[in-house]
C-alpha cells in the first residue's frame, strides 16, 4: 500500500511541475488559481491518508481560494 501511495505522490508532483512549466503565458489570477488548486490536492491528499475523494476536493477548494487571493 505504501508502494501506491508513492508512486501516486510522485505522479502528482511531477504532474504540478509540468503544470507550472506551461504558467508562462498565463495572468497572475491564472497563475494563483492553478498554484491553489496544487496545493490543495497535496493538503487534500495528505489529510484525508491519500483519499482519491481528498485530494480532488483540496484541489476544487484551493482553487477556489487562489483564484479570489490573486484577484
Known sequence: MKTI???TMSA???AMLV???G???MTAQEKST???AGVGAIGGSVLTGGSAI???GGAAV???I???VGK
Open 19 to 21: 503544470g507550472l512549466v
Open 62 to 64: 484551493g482553487g477556489v
Open 34 to 36: 492553478a498554484i491553489g
Open 23 to 25: 504558467c508562462a503565458g
Open 12 to 14: 502528482v508532483t511531477a
Open 5 to 7: 501511495k508513492s508512486i
Open 54 to 56: 481528498g485530494t480532488v
Open 66 to 68: 487562489g483564484h479570489e
